[in-house]
């Protein structure tokens, strides 16, 4: 008996252990008139030349059979996915793009900056239009349940747990998707159209050359528009702008049918809301309009330590609730660090010298707080009073005041340093198993005395962002999960291991504290969320989403019902087609 199941019914260990019955009469991959119904009629011509190359490729493999069966040598046939690869490769090859799919050198689209998982895709399409994009997922589409075809969106290959990776899949290489060209419109509430395979850094330079920029950040610019929007992307102005995903007029975005539409607050507000946050579910972002404001010309950039926690989170919810306040707020960890203030000196300038270069952290766990008060040069005579104000509120060390001035944009892109001198080391393409955690307020002082007290003491192995959030600026119409507080804290680990390590920098050793960390938040009932999520089973996805769940899932079975879109989340299966 041949039956379809919709996605949302199909457990994963399930679909895992079906096997592919082809040659049946519902399922057979090589069926000629079953491909024939699958292709355009403008392509029969060119699809006939390719039938009969195909048709004489089985005859003389029918031959081989034949010898081989006469002799004492095992006769392999091709495996279901084999063959169903191969109808896939050449449905694809008849497509009428402007771009083009390459079915050859994958291995780029097979890994990400998490550099752990590799997935291989069947082909990459590289598209020069968003019909491009539109094709290829109507193909797959059209194709129907019977199809084990998926669809991922890959901007600049930033994701961890091989999230923009879909094996034996396709994976459209955003960053070639050049169109709309970026243009930004004045007025009132003035922004910036651009493509969703554009970079945050070109956008902040084409900005800046009309003296406005993007509200909202993420602390690195070089990532696609549509990858971040698919997330939140949230950064030290979010505090105050709200995450990226708050600072958005409108949206382009191919379903999960191939439908291309245009989506907003008061056009297609299900779409639009369901798409940002979500995690490339519900379609791939082809456009997208930012809101802008005035661009500062430079930027005070201001370091203090804390050696208490409880004075480092008082101050920073105090200036995240200020009215009169800083324009970036962010934390940072600092675990057995004793030459840190060092390190400083060559970009920051001690605000008491004496009293810094005697400064001793004496191995404790230390808390930085990181601020910037942006101003323009005729603000100059008045910004070192605003800041010295801020700062005479605080309860940090006073002995490690550190300060510098920068222009904005050296400010935003600080990190691309940072990555340039770790490639000229070859320290970048390493794993990386960061873990990002959404914390609420009334249990970060338990998660602290655990997580730095008991687990982290020796070395975090990378920077550990924590710094806090206010809710209220997260738009609880979009897809992005967080902590049912009014106020959250990011707290990110963002781990490098090193490769063929059997130490405390060793990939297993920094799961393993990963583990002990999520373990703890568990049984503590701390009540956090992932951010930038990965789970393995969609049972922790519907803990994860909680009440929303039955929400997502709805917007699933209308945007993308036969889950075609972003496999590499491992939330749906896609629906498949199965003889029980």
């Not at 798409?275 to 005035?294: D, H, N």
């Amino acid at each position: 008996m041949c039956v379809h199941l919709p996605f949302a019914l199909l457990p994963p260990q399930k679909i895992q252990k079906e096997e592919w019955r082809p040659f049946t009469h519902c399922s057979c991959p090589t069926s000629p008139e079953r491909k024939m119904r699958s292709v355009p009629i403008s392509s029969l011509g060119q699809y006939n030349i390719r039938f009969l190359s195909c048709f004489t490729v089985l005859f003389l493999s029918s031959i081989a059979a034949r010898i081989n069966l006469c002799s004492d040598l095992p006769f392999n046939s091709p495996s279901a996915s084999e063959s169903n690869s191969f109808d896939a490769t050449l449905s694809l090859r008849t497509l009428n793009l402007d771009g083009h799919i390459s079915f050859d050198d994958l291995h780029h689209a097979a890994k990400d900056f998490g550099n752990r998982r590799r997935h291989y895709p069947l082909a990459i399409l590289h598209p020069k239009s968003v019909s491009d994009i539109s094709t290829i997922i109507k193909h797959v589409f059209q194709m129907g349940p019977t199809s084990a075809l998926t669809v991922a969106a890959r901007g600049h290959g930033h994701s961890l747990q091989g999230q923009a990776q879909a094996h034996r899949g396709i994976v459209v290489n955003m960053e070639f998707l050049k169109k709309p060209e970026m243009h930004v419109h004045y007025g009132k509430l003035p922004y910036v159209e651009v493509s969703g395979g554009e970079l945050w850094i070109n956008i902040l330079h084409e900005t800046l050359r009309h003296g406005l920029a993007p509200k909202s950040w993420t602390d690195y610019l070089h990532l696609t528009v549509g990858g971040t929007l698919s997330n939140a992307g949230i950064s030290g102005q979010a505090f105050k702008h709200g995450p990226q995903i708050s600072n958005v007029y409108e949206l382009e975005v191919v379903t999960g049918k191939g439908e291309v539409l245009n989506c907003s607050e008061k056009q297609n507000a299900d779409l639009f809301y369901s798409v940002l946050g979500g995690l490339s579910q519900f379609g791939i972002i082809t456009r997208a309009k930012i809101a802008l404001e005035p661009a500062p010309m430079k930027v005070k950039w201001i370091r203090v330590l804390y050696s208490d926690f409880s004075e480092f989170a008082r101050d920073q919810e105090y200036l995240i609730s200020s009215k009169h306040t800083f324009d970036y707020i962010e934390g940072f960890v600092i675990i057995n660090r004793t030459g840190l203030i060092n390190n400083w000196r060559s970009s920051f300038n001690p605000q008491h010298p004496l009293q810094a270069s005697q400064f001793n952290s004496g191995g404790k766990t230390l808390y930085c707080l990181e601020m910037t008060k942006n101003f323009n040069l005729d603000e100059a005579g008045t910004i070192n009073q605003d800041v010295e104000t801020l700062l005479s509120l605080l309860s940090f060390i006073p002995s490690t005041l550190f300060m510098s001035e920068v222009s904005y944009l050296e400010f935003l892109d600080r990190v691309h340093l940072s990555e340039m001198q770790l490639r000229s080391k070859g320290l970048w393409d390493v794993p990386h198993p960061w873990l990002n955690l959404l914390i609420p307020k009334t249990k970060i002082h338990d998660f602290n005395k655990e997580v730095f007290g008991n687990i982290l003491t020796d070395t975090s192995n990378g920077p550990v962002l924590m710094y806090p959030l206010k809710k209220y600026k997260w738009d609880n119409r979009t897809s992005a999960v967080t902590p049912e507080e009014d106020i959250f804290y990011i707290v990110a680990f963002l781990s490098s291991a090193v490769p063929s390590s059997t130490g405390n920098n060793s990939l297993e050793h920094i799961l393993a504290q990963q583990k002990r960390i999520l373990d703890f938040c568990k049984k503590s009932n701390i009540g956090m969320k992932q951010y930038l999520p990965h789970y393995a089973t969609q049972e922790e996805w519907k803990v994860h989403f909680g009440s929303r769940w039955e929400t997502f899932l709805r917007k699933k079975q209308v945007f993308d019902p036969l889950a075609i879109l972003a496999p590499g989340h491992g939330i749906f299966q896609k629906a498949m087609h199965f003889s029980q």
